[in-house]
């Protein structure tokens, strides 16, 4: 990993929030009303994705429906997720990171409407110098809403890193030839996240901001 490392992208869901499990609830709900069959499995593993590619991904045989799916998903997100919280851990990284100059940005597969939400929800929109939602991009894997993230902060990608739980946020990262972070506490497999060659893999939040510490230069990050 460069010592030089100006900015650190995340992905929200399954990387900073823990809200894998109410997206998979919410994702089978929205499947039973349109007596559609949907796997836990199947619904965990596109988490990542922007919203329409997961319809289209799940749905492919009503595709007449998929937008009714969606808000039925949408709506049944919105009504039971307000528990839904950081990983403990996550305010105390985020805290580290900044303190110590490093640029802070999102990269997540919500909508702008759905981040917007959740970022009120954790009172952290001052926390990121710049966010960017699938509805306003391309989804990932394409690593456009990278290269967008960059061209704001005007950093250069070798003075970058991304950190996702998923294939498709390390796939991102490696289309732009950005280092990368795996979490394992997310969606994706031990397994799944090391075909993407990431610098490191973390099983948890502590283990993360222990990986920041150990790599980045004159640290002023704390044990959390």
């Given at each position: ?92 990284l985020l805290a580290d990171l900044k ?8 990269a997540t597969g919500k909508s702008r ?36 993230i960059l061209l704001e902060t005007g ?70």
């Amino acid at each position: 990993m460069s010592q030089n490392i100006e900015l650190v992208i995340f992905d929200w869901d399954g990387t900073l929030f823990d809200s894998v499990g109410q997206i998979v609830a919410s994702l089978q709900h929205a499947a039973q009303q349109f007596q559609q069959p949907l796997t836990n499995e199947a619904a965990k593993s596109i988490i990542g994705l922007g919203l329409p590619e997961v319809m289209q991904i799940l749905f492919p045989q009503v595709p007449h429906l998929q937008q009714d799916i969606l808000q039925c998903y949408a709506d049944h997100y919105v009504a039971n997720s307000k528990d839904d919280a950081w990983f403990g851990g996550v305010a105390e990284l985020l805290a580290d990171l900044k303190r110590q100059g490093i640029k802070l940005a999102v990269a997540t597969g919500k909508s702008r409407k759905g981040l917007d939400r959740v970022l009120n929800q954790t009172n952290s929109h001052d926390i990121f110098d710049i966010t960017r939602a699938a509805s306003e991009t391309r989804s990932k894997p394409d690593p456009l809403m990278l290269q967008e993230i960059l061209l704001e902060t005007g950093v250069a990608v070798e003075r970058a890193i991304m950190v996702g739980d998923t294939s498709y946020d390390l796939e991102m990262a490696q289309n732009l030839n950005m280092q990368r972070i795996g979490v394992s506490y997310g969606v994706h497999s031990v397994e799944t996240l090391q075909q993407y060659q990431p610098l490191t893999i973390v099983s948890s939040v502590q283990d993360l901001h222990g990986y920041f510490q150990a790599v980045l230069p004159s640290s002023a990050l704390i044990e959390s």
